[in-house]
């Protein structure tokens, strides 16, 4: 091996070792709400969605036009909020009570 090749690897190594130890510390989702303010439905210091994925195909199925942002800052993530699964039951009621009023309006 030569010293070159020496270094290389050790820059990609020490480059993969930053990687991880640079991270987002809070994560935040939020939902678009029908007024002007959108809504915060997510915040965590663990991240909701899995990270080895693009966003743009996992943050969409926690809510229809949802928005991810990361912050390095963990003081505003004292507090964790979770409203992703309390949403989706709300959807689904509703949904469902949908259907039912429409095959009601049938007979």
Do not use: K
């Not at 930053?18 to 029908?34: L, R």
């Not at 993530?77 to 309006?105: D, F, G, K, P, Y």
Request: charged share 20%; with cysteine.
């Amino acid at each position: 091996m030569t010293a070159a090749s020496v270094l290389r690897a050790a820059l990609v190594l020490s480059a993969c070792a930053w990687a991880q130890v640079v991270s987002a510390a809070c994560y935040f989702v939020y939902a678009p709400n029908n007024e002007l303010i959108n809504e915060l439905i997510y915040r965590s210091n663990v991240a909701p969605v899995d990270l080895s994925l693009p966003l743009h195909q996992t943050v969409s199925q926690l809510s229809p036009g949802a928005r991810m942002f990361f912050s390095l800052d963990e003081y505003n993530c004292a507090t964790e909020v979770n409203l992703i699964a309390e949403r989706a039951q709300i959807a689904a009621a509703r949904n469902s009570r949908e259907r039912r009023l429409r095959e009601e309006q049938r007979f």
